[in-house]
Structures are given as structure tokens and as C-alpha cells.
């Protein structure tokens, strides 16, 4: 049976929770694609975790658009 090219990039729970304590979410899902856009097949830790601090961070601030977008629209209603 063909092994799953994916299973190198498993995780151990040590390597998921850094420093800070915060969890790892999303490691393993951004070594594929790191990997697919032309990384290394292992890339540095270091990497990956700068790249998931970007996507938390760029996450975080749409949804904070998204709540400050319907927070207006509420307001126009409720005051219109």
C-alpha cells in the first residue's frame, strides 16, 4: 500500500505547544503548503510558526472588520 506522503509532516504534542503556551493550530496544514509552493519538505520550525503568526494575525483582524462592518449597519438601523 502507498504511504501517505503527508504523514512525515505529524506533529509531536511537545512541538505543538511553543513556548508561550500557545497551541499550534494550524503546523501541519502550512508545511503542505509551504511545501507545495515550492519550500523545502521540511521546513524550519521557525518558519512555519512565523507564517501561522501571520495567518492568526490576519485572521483575527477580518474578523474584527467583519464585527465593526455589522456593528455599523445595526447602528444605522436601529438610529435611522
Do not use: H
Request: hydrophobic share 35%.
Amino acid at each position: 500500500m502507498a504511504e501517505d506522503p503527508f504523514d512525515q509532516f505529524e506533529e509531536d504534542e511537545t512541538e505543538a505547544l511553543p513556548l508561550t503556551g500557545r497551541r499550534r493550530l494550524f503546523s501541519k496544514e502550512l508545511r503542505c503548503m509551504m511545501y507545495g509552493f515550492g519550500d523545502d519538505q521540511n521546513p524550519y520550525t521557525e518558519s512555519v510558526d512565523l507564517l501561522e503568526d501571520l495567518v492568526i494575525e490576519y485572521v483575527t483582524d477580518m474578523v474584527g472588520v467583519g464585527r465593526l462592518e455589522k456593528y455599523e449597519r445595526l447602528q444605522w438601523f436601529i438610529f435611522k
